[in-house]
């Protein structure tokens, strides 16, 4: 793949301040095949086009909402092409479910917590109720 204007393209290093990432997360993309291998100048260097910046923004945002690796495969198309939007809403739905299972738990994470560090009286001793309560066989 040649570059023919280098205006259009942009360096590694350029590309992730531009997107506000870091280099080893652009290198990792391309080492997985969620970033196809980028053009590069006549001395080796990786230019980056418009299309590899978009492409890479889209999976920055769907990591930054918590998909995996896979479903950013599945929504990018890798493997089979790209996905209808049914598809898409329905891979949605079951993260969109896996985060609020996640959250309950967490709630229930707090409450527990809240409920032992209730018996601590935080003194400046080594008797503590609630170190006593994660040590305890219930």
Do not use: W
Not at 30 to 53: C, F, M, V, W
Not at 55 to 84: K, Q, Y
Not at 86 to 101: P, Q, S, Y
Request: aromatic share 4%.
């Amino acid at each position: 793949m040649a570059i023919t204007s280098p205006r259009a393209a942009l360096k590694r290093a350029e590309l992730a301040g531009r997107l506000g990432c870091n280099l080893e997360t652009i290198r990792y993309y391309e080492k997985i095949e969620l970033l196809p291998e980028p053009a590069r100048t006549a001395s080796g260097h990786r230019l980056y086009s418009n299309e590899d910046q978009v492409r890479l923004r889209f999976i920055l945002r769907a990591r930054s909402l918590g998909f995996s690796v896979e479903d950013v495969r599945s929504l990018l198309g890798i493997n089979d092409g790209r996905p209808s939007c049914a598809e898409v809403r329905a891979l949605a739905e079951a993260h969109r479910g896996d985060i609020r299972k996640r959250i309950a738990d967490l709630k229930q994470m707090d409450r527990r917590l809240g409920e032992i560090m209730a018996g601590c009286t935080g003194a400046e001793t080594p008797d503590c109720a609630l170190t006593d309560k994660l040590f305890e066989d219930s």
